[in-house]
């Protein structure tokens, strides 16, 4: 590959696509897909109780901390401000980051650095680039598939083979529920971590493992437990964090890295928190004991339907090991595919019910989507069953059907779809409530635990539970009578439980706190019902920065 002319010297501009995001608008903006990891799609129909946050965009950062250029970050911009960077500053280069949804905006972006700031070369990188045919679709000079440190490495004249730097990342920012913005102390939020990108199980329909070389392949950053653990120490120390969101496909299915990484916790006493996606299988070959000293206090798992054959899921009873886990003090948040090819108007009102009936704690729901880049997407195809009027920005999963089913229409799709986040809400309550059943019974298990990590991060999470989160357990045992009138009944059973546990502060905080989390989860409920929707805020960052030569 041809490097850049200026090698480390040259001016790099990231930028994430330009926002408002949750809005219909020409470049693809969607009011049904906001800028949120849980209102998006996890918590959507749970109303006030539906925790929101933002996420920064890691694959950037990730791109940042690691070239010697003098490098500007641009994260959720406005139009405005993008022009504005690309007038005041000089960049020999310009760096877009996007998913396939947001193509709109890559384009308008292009057009924009071609007029404002015509000397630089346009680099496009991220999941847009999966899409066939993309550079007829923009006007960009680069476009890249897969890992993008590696290549930007290479462009620059750098080692792309040098260690991964890890930037020190927040995972959440601004986070909200019930009407109340949580406090943003240091510590207070976990860290994300990022061990690898890709997942090597290679599902037909999954299109990160596709972006990274599909079955078989997956970048790691950090090969070895040793190196992780390293890794861990330095953010743990620069953002006094004692819990991580890792950021890994499928974590748990690198047991030798994850063992090693345990050993280290052990040896240096870390009681640390981990948030992990992994697929059944995966999970399946740690003991429970494994789990819980390892710090899996999340676990984002995938509970397709047992009639799809997905290899993660095979020969393991789902239903057993949710309940396991729960008890075990690990929050599980399932994913459901919604419009699978054997789905019938007949038996899919029973899969929602049946994928309910896990009573995770999170349930996301996703429609069965051929992605452009995966091997479902050319299946489809092939096929001639892809409707190729659909707009990119609505094929994400959480709209309508981009393809022909065989018994489902497109109105269908969505119609299943939103009642099947409405069902899990109305059947098993707001995830909060279930998030403090875990942890109670969490808590319980492992209170008098021997290893004192264990007993320490239980107890750190559970201090929560004996304050503020009793008192939300107070107002959502009010509200959800309702929607049901038996969960409520339940939501109250474990408030009363955790005020035995903890008499004082449970309940000292549900008098005093617990009318004011009332309010302002009315309050929320009517703004919500009167449009409100949030947009992250803008972040500029320079690394190796200085005047223009
Ligand atoms: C965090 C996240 C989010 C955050 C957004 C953060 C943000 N600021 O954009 C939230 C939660 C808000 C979100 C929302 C959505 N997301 Co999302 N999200 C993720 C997630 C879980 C992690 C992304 C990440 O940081 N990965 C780690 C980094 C290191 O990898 P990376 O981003 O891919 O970056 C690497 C390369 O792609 C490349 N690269 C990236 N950018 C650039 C730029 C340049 C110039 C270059 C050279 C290279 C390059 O280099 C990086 C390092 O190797 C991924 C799943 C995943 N595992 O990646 C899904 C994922 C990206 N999201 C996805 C989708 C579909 C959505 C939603 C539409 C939700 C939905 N309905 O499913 C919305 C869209 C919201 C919107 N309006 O834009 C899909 C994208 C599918 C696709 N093919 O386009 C993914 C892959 C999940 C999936 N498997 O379906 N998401
Ligand atoms: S196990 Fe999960 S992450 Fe891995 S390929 Fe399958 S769906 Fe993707």
Same mark, same amino acid.
């Given at each position: 590959m041809k490097t850049h002319p200026k090698g480390t010297q040259a001016r790099v501009l990231l930028s994430s696509v330009f926002g408002p995001y949750a809005q219909d608008d020409e470049f693809g903006s969607r009011a049904i897909n906001p800028m949120e990891l849980y209102h998006n799609q996890v918590t959507r129909a749970q109303g006030s109780f539906s925790l929101r946050m933002f996420h920064r965009s890691w694959g950037i950062m990730m791109i940042q901390a690691n070239i010697s250029a003098p490098c500007s970050l641009l994260d959720f911009p406005t139009r405005d401000v993008f022009a504005r960077e690309l007038t005041t500053q000089h960049y020999d280069m310009v760096g877009i980051s996007s998913i396939i949804v947001n193509v709109g905006k890559v384009r308008e972006m292009c057009r924009m650095v071609r007029e404002l700031s015509p000397g630089s070369t346009i680099v496009v990188g991220g999941h847009v680039a999966a899409i066939p045919g993309l550079e007829k679709l923009i006007d960009a000079d680069h476009i890249v598939r897969g890992e993008g440190i590696s290549w930007m490495r290479r462009y620059l004249g750098e080692d792309e083979h040098a260690p991964i730097r890890h930037p020190a990342i927040v995972s959440g920012l601004q986070t909200r529920i019930m009407g109340m913005r949580l406090p943003e102390r240091k510590g207070g939020t976990a860290a994300t971590i990022i061990p690898s990108v890709g997942c090597p199980m290679g599902c037909n329909f999954c299109t990160t493992s596709a972006f990274f070389g599909g079955k078989g392949k997956f970048v790691n950053f950090y090969e070895t437990g040793d190196q992780l653990f390293e890794v861990m120490c330095e953010i743990e120390s620069e953002l006094e964090v004692h819990s991580f969101f890792v950021m890994d496909e499928n974590f748990l299915l690198h047991r030798a890295r994850a063992m090693r990484l345990l050993e280290r916790m052990k040896q240096a006493g870390k009681s640390w928190g981990l948030a992990v996606f992994a697929s059944a299988n995966a999970i399946r070959k740690y003991t429970m004991q494994e789990l819980v000293e390892l710090g899996i206090s999340w676990v984002w798992m995938g509970l397709e339907s047992p009639v799809a054959g997905y290899g993660k899921l095979q020969g393991t009873d789902l239903r057993q090991l949710t309940r396991e886990l729960r008890e075990h003090g690990i929050r599980v948040q399932g994913s459901t595919i919604i419009g699978l090819e054997h789905h019938t108007r007949n038996n899919i009102v029973e899969e929602i019910e049946s994928a309910a009936g896990y009573q995770t704690d999170f349930h996301q729901f996703m429609l069965y989507t051929p992605v452009p880049g995966t091997p479902l997407y050319q299946e489809i195809a092939a096929q001639g069953? @892809? @409707?190729?009027?659909?707009d990119f920005a609505d094929i994400h999963g959480q709209y309508k059907f981009n393809f022909q089913h065989e018994a489902l229409s497109r109105d269908d799709s969505k119609r299943f779809l939103d009642w099947a986040f409405w069902r899990d809400f109305e059947r098993n309550g707001p995830s909060l409530y279930r998030m403090c059943q875990t942890m109670l019974q969490g808590w319980k298990r492992y209170k008098h635990y021997p290893d004192a990590r264990v007993r320490e991060r239980f107890a750190r999470e559970v201090k929560k539970l004996g304050s503020a989160y009793n008192a939300a357990l107070w107002v959502m045992e009010r509200e959800f009578r309702k929607v049901n009138r038996t969960v409520s009944e339940r939501i109250r059973s474990l408030r009363e439980e955790v005020e035995k546990e903890f008499p004082i502060t449970a309940r000292a905080t549900a008098a005093v706190l617990g009318p004011i989390l009332l309010w302002t989860t009315r309050r929320e409920e009517r703004r919500l019902a009167s449009g409100q929707t949030y947009e992250p805020p803008t972040f500029l960052e320079r690394r190796n920065w200085g005047p223009a030569a």
């Amino acid at each position: 590959m041809k490097t850049h002319p200026k090698g480390t010297q040259a001016r790099v501009l990231l930028s994430s696509v330009f926002g408002p995001y949750a809005q219909d608008d020409e470049f693809g903006s969607r009011a049904i897909n906001p800028m949120e990891l849980y209102h998006n799609q996890v918590t959507r129909a749970q109303g006030s109780f539906s925790l929101r946050m933002f996420h920064r965009s890691w694959g950037i950062m990730m791109i940042q901390a690691n070239i010697s250029a003098p490098c500007s970050l641009l994260d959720f911009p406005t139009r405005d401000v993008f022009a504005r960077e690309l007038t005041t500053q000089h960049y020999d280069m310009v760096g877009i980051s996007s998913i396939i949804v947001n193509v709109g905006k890559v384009r308008e972006m292009c057009r924009m650095v071609r007029e404002l700031s015509p000397g630089s070369t346009i680099v496009v990188g991220g999941h847009v680039a999966a899409i066939p045919g993309l550079e007829k679709l923009i006007d960009a000079d680069h476009i890249v598939r897969g890992e993008g440190i590696s290549w930007m490495r290479r462009y620059l004249g750098e080692d792309e083979h040098a260690p991964i730097r890890h930037p020190a990342i927040v995972s959440g920012l601004q986070t909200r529920i019930m009407g109340m913005r949580l406090p943003e102390r240091k510590g207070g939020t976990a860290a994300t971590i990022i061990p690898s990108v890709g997942c090597p199980m290679g599902c037909n329909f999954c299109t990160t493992s596709a972006f990274f070389g599909g079955k078989g392949k997956f970048v790691n950053f950090y090969e070895t437990g040793d190196q992780l653990f390293e890794v861990m120490c330095e953010i743990e120390s620069e953002l006094e964090v004692h819990s991580f969101f890792v950021m890994d496909e499928n974590f748990l299915l690198h047991r030798a890295r994850a063992m090693r990484l345990l050993e280290r916790m052990k040896q240096a006493g870390k009681s640390w928190g981990l948030a992990v996606f992994a697929s059944a299988n995966a999970i399946r070959k740690y003991t429970m004991q494994e789990l819980v000293e390892l710090g899996i206090s999340w676990v984002w798992m995938g509970l397709e339907s047992p009639v799809a054959g997905y290899g993660k899921l095979q020969g393991t009873d789902l239903r057993q090991l949710t309940r396991e886990l729960r008890e075990h003090g690990i929050r599980v948040q399932g994913s459901t595919i919604i419009g699978l090819e054997h789905h019938t108007r007949n038996n899919i009102v029973e899969e929602i019910e049946s994928a309910a009936g896990y009573q995770t704690d999170f349930h996301q729901f996703m429609l069965y989507t051929p992605v452009p880049g995966t091997p479902l997407y050319q299946e489809i195809a092939a096929q001639g069953r @892809l @409707l190729s009027e659909v707009d990119f920005a609505d094929i994400h999963g959480q709209y309508k059907f981009n393809f022909q089913h065989e018994a489902l229409s497109r109105d269908d799709s969505k119609r299943f779809l939103d009642w099947a986040f409405w069902r899990d809400f109305e059947r098993n309550g707001p995830s909060l409530y279930r998030m403090c059943q875990t942890m109670l019974q969490g808590w319980k298990r492992y209170k008098h635990y021997p290893d004192a990590r264990v007993r320490e991060r239980f107890a750190r999470e559970v201090k929560k539970l004996g304050s503020a989160y009793n008192a939300a357990l107070w107002v959502m045992e009010r509200e959800f009578r309702k929607v049901n009138r038996t969960v409520s009944e339940r939501i109250r059973s474990l408030r009363e439980e955790v005020e035995k546990e903890f008499p004082i502060t449970a309940r000292a905080t549900a008098a005093v706190l617990g009318p004011i989390l009332l309010w302002t989860t009315r309050r929320e409920e009517r703004r919500l019902a009167s449009g409100q929707t949030y947009e992250p805020p803008t972040f500029l960052e320079r690394r190796n920065w200085g005047p223009a030569a």
